[in-house]
């Protein structure tokens, strides 16, 4: 049978335009990608990038307080939004024009609307047109969620952020993930009065306890009022505020109230019930090692598969599906010791187990370094860092490295390669510190902390 294209891909954000550039550029591939808002996907134009853009934005007050302690004059003056909003939207549309002018360069013919899943080898595009494709990848990625209670249709997302007119006088931030933490400390640093509410007992609940600790105590220091054990009732607008209830009776209004409760794959509409696609437990759509669903022409990458829900582990499934599929080398996406950051202040990163995941598997050694790093504490700063390392006890193998301190998340993408080359302690111990730095703590750590 003859098909328009060799493959179909819906969805232009990380997972899908690797997919389609290395299929089309590299193997040839007569391919087609369908996206319905902006290409980039959320990545470039609702997650990693503005938001990376509004933690440098709010990172000034803190770095101008410092200056005034290492002998500077310095104001911060007035954070101008609007100012700040219009060169973040010129970046993202810059940012948008290089993702075309990269599938355009691979030859992948762009469709700028929704498309969904009509047979196991074609696609409805929303003008209503249909397209064949041999192959057909679902890159759709995924969105927020916010749970159902009395006024919630008033609570802000992630994707609201961005687009805001204006800076509210203060904020609600709902959630205790890594996104609701990175906009709790972003508004505080853009001078939002910020309280945050989060279900639970802690934030940050899939960390390492001792990292998330210190991250958690940071949030407080810096003035955001954190309220733990704390869920939302209801949300009534009040006067252009909004006045919310908790389900324990108390009573606040906020100028906005920004939930960042979770995400959920985009598989709403997507027509998986014509090729009798059934959901995972999650809502996502279940693949195999190489991302091949039970059809098997019809595979899936990135956020709508649940796998791990960041940006370069969906663009290393799109290649790998890409090279597998058109490029005659079967490879598949290695999901293995993947480090992240969290961009708090203070930021936190990590790679691999936390102390409490590599406890319940065996017997372990954990090194841990707390202390005032050299440069805030000549501030008079109380902000302290972490540098830690569980390793295991028979091996001898960093099985977890966590970090939090001012530019983790660059520190960590070193030690990844380390902790993916399979290096033990005695292999850091072997290795010269770096001096002064905060990160030497990761090569002097001579005796164990605790062990278990
Ligand atoms: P997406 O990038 O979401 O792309 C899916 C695309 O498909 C979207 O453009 C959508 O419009 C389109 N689409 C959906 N349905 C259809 C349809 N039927 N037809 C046509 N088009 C459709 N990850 C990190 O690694 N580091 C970070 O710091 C980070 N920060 C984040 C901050 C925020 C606020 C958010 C929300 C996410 C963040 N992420 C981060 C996660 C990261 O953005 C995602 O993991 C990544 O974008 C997933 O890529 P994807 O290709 O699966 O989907």
Redesign the pocket.
């Known amino acids: 049978m003859d098909f328009d294209y060799d493959l179909f891909v819906?969805?232009?954000?990380?997972?899908?335009v690797r997919a389609a550039r290395i299929a089309a550029g590299e193997h040839g591939a007569r391919v087609a990608l369908?996206?319905?808002?902006?290409?980039?996907?959320?990545?470039v134009?609702?997650?990693?990038v503005p938001?990376?853009l509004m933690v440098f934005a709010s990172s000034f007050p803190a770095a101008m307080e410092e200056a005034r302690a290492y002998g500077w004059s310095a104001d911060v003056g007035r954070f101008d939004w609007t100012a700040f909003r219009s060169k973040l939207d010129a970046e993202l549309d810059r940012l948008e024009r290089a993702y075309r002018s990269g599938l355009s360069g691979a030859k992948v013919t762009v469709y700028d609307?929704?498309?969904?899943i009509s047979g196991a080898h074609e696609v409805t595009l929303a003008t209503g047109e249909t397209v064949t494709a041999k192959h057909i990848l679902i890159?759709?990625?995924?969105r927020?969620y916010v749970p159902a209670f009395p006024g919630s249709e008033h609570a802000l997302t992630?994707n609201d952020v961005f687009l805001m007119d204006a800076l509210p006088d203060s904020v609600l931030i709902v959630g205790g993930g890594?996104?609701a933490c990175?906009f709790a400390c972003i508004m505080n640093g853009l001078g939002v009065k910020t309280t945050q509410y989060q279900r639970s007992a802690h934030v940050l609940k899939d960390f390492d306890a001792e990292a998330r600790d210190l991250v958690e105590a940071g949030i407080r220091a810096s003035g955001i009022d954190l309220q733990t054990g704390t869920e939302v009732a209801s949300i009534t607008p009040e006067g252009g505020a909004f006045r919310v209830v908790t389900k324990d009776g108390r009573e606040a209004v906020f100028g906005a109230v920004i939930h960042a409760t979770g995400?959920v794959p985009?598989v709403e509409?997507?027509g998986l019930e014509a090729v009798e696609i059934a959901l995972g437990p999650k809502g996502q759509i279940p693949v195999d090692d190489w991302s091949q669903t039970r059809v098997p022409s019809i595979f899936a990458?990135?956020?709508?598969t649940d796998r791990i829900?960041?940006?370069?582990?969906?663009i290393r499934e799109?290649h790998a599906f890409a090279d597998t599929v058109f490029g005659g080398t079967a490879r598949q996406a290695d999901h293995a010791l993947v480090a992240?950051?969290v961009?708090t202040q203070p930021e936190l990163a990590s790679c691999g187990m936390t102390e409490a995941e590599a406890a319940a598997r065996g017997p372990i050694e954990v090194y841990s370094a707390g202390f005032r790093p050299m440069r805030t504490s000549f501030a008079g700063q109380p902000d302290k860092v972490l540098f830690k390392l569980v390793v295991d006890a028979a091996s001898r193998k960093v099985l977890g490295c966590h970090i939090v301190a001012p530019e983790a998340g660059e520190m960590i993408q070193m030690v990844a390669i380390a902790m993916k080359m399979g290096a033990t302690k005695e292999d850091f111990d072997r290795t010269c510190a770096v001096h002064p730095t905060m990160a030497e703590e990761l090569v002097t750590m001579r005796k164990p902390t605790r062990s278990s």
């Open positions: 819906i969805g232009g954000g990380s997972g899908g369908a996206e319905e808002y902006r290409m980039g996907g959320t990545c134009i609702r997650g990693c938001k990376k609307t929704r498309a969904t890159a759709t990625g995924g927020p992630s890594y996104i990175e995400r985009n509409g997507l990458v990135g956020d709508v829900a960041l940006t370069p582990v969906a799109g992240s950051a961009f």
